[in-house]
């Protein structure tokens, strides 16, 4: 079972930007979508970005026109640019499969921590 591992997050102030990355232990050739999540203090785990084979992808409202989900099979890699960041982004962030009918099916690792304050 491929497990993934996420990194990028930090300390930010509105409308700074980061970039996450999320690396597989195994190939994500066969996986055919990947989805970003996100864990707000108090809240339930929610979706952020999608990306399937085909570069296709999908963003939630929240997202939309500010993050950037790309995927790299050959680094077995996601990765998520985000921009113009908004305190309401705060948040840990994990991926794992998701997307287009299909839901998360490996562990959940500690995600990497994403704090966006002034």
């Known amino acids: 079972q491929v497990h993934y591992v996420e990194s990028g997050g930090g300390l930010v102030q509105p409308g700074g930007s980061l970039r996450l990355a999320c690396v597989a232990s195994?190939?994500?050739?066969?996986?055919?979508?990947i989805r970003w999540y996100r864990q707000a203090p108090g809240k339930a785990r929610e979706g952020v970005a999608s990306v399937a084979h085909g570069s296709q992808t999908y963003y939630h409202d929240p997202v939309k026109g500010r993050f950037t989900i790309s995927r790299d099979d050959a680094k077995n890699t996601v990765y998520l640019q985000m921009n113009n960041l908004k305190p309401e982004d705060t948040g840990v962030y994990h991926c794992?499969?998701?997307?287009?009918?299909?839901?998360?099916?490996?562990?959940w690792g500690p995600g990497t921590l994403v704090i966006v304050s002034s």
């Open positions: 794992n499969r998701g997307g287009w009918g299909y839901e998360a099916d490996a562990p």
């Open positions: 195994g190939s994500i050739f066969n996986i055919f979508a």
